[in-house]
């Protein structure tokens, strides 16, 4: 059985950090269910295991950094962000984390064009991403790209944690104190920005809507495709 949990206000990251490794040791002692968390953060910048501060962080002290212990470089947190924490065991799903981040990803893109949008992945870029037609193309000519939700993993002997965020109606200037997981060629955008006002609750329901065909027993798709 997979728990949902859905917190009310904002959850300080530490706070979080805390009870998703307190969860983790019990999935692993078979003492608790396995987690899907949804919740929003206060504002903060996180510096995942592959972060360098001298290269992609130059924000001001008025948002605090922390350390996190997920793969990936800075990323933003903050209110109008949905924030989804996945405490999954993979020892009974599958020991792959190339094909975990896969599925992540595709629940985004599932929940997103439950709503009407459509996100696509991209070579050598964890996350989902949106080609934004309307806005003036860049150098070479390629349409611009906004990412859209960001995806960050940690797993604890097959027990995984963190997970992923998606912009519904954040403070997007936020991002303008990093290079988002170390990429500066690209931008962030969010729901709202795209002309979608869905409220965090449709998010929510399309979310669960999105989860069983992908981590359910016959979840479909590969890594490959």
């Known amino acids: 059985m ?5 917190s009310a206000g904002e959850v300080p990251y530490e706070t979080a950090v805390q009870h998703m490794g307190e969860r983790v040791e019990a999935i692993l002692q078979g003492r608790a269910d396995e987690l899907v968390w949804l919740l929003e953060h206060p504002p903060i910048y ?11 962080f130059f924000g001001d002290d008025r948002i605090p950094v922390h ?25 009974h799903r599958g020991k792959d984390v190339r094909r975990f981040v896969w599925c992540l990803e595709e629940w985004v893109i599932r929940t997103l064009k439950d709503l ?18 309307e806005k003036p193309a ?18 604890r002997r097959w027990v995984s944690s963190h997970g992923l965020s998606l912009n519904v109606d954040p403070n997007l ?28 609750g449709d998010v929510d329901a399309a979310l669960r809507r999105a989860f069983s065909p992908v981590f359910g027993h016959n979840a479909g798709g590969s890594p490959d495709e």
């Open 138 to 155: 860049l150098g070479d000519g390629s349409f611009r790209e906004d990412k859209l939700a960001a995806i960050g993993v940690r797993l």
């Open 67 to 91: 350390p996190s212990r997920r793969g990936g470089a800075f990323t933003y947190h903050g209110p109008g962000q949905r924030v989804v924490y996945v405490l999954l065991d993979l020892n």
């Open 116 to 133: 009407g949008v459509t996100g696509e992945r991209r070579p050598g870029r964890v996350g989902v991403w949106v080609v934004r037609t």
């Open 2 to 6: 997979v728990e949902w949990r859905q």
């Open 46 to 56: 996180t510096a995942g295991t592959s972060a360098d501060r001298l290269e992609q």
């Open 173 to 200: 200037s936020h991002y303008d104190g990093i290079a988002p997981c170390g990429i500066t060629e690209h931008g962030v955008t969010s729901l709202l920005d795209l002309g979608l006002p869905v409220s965090m």
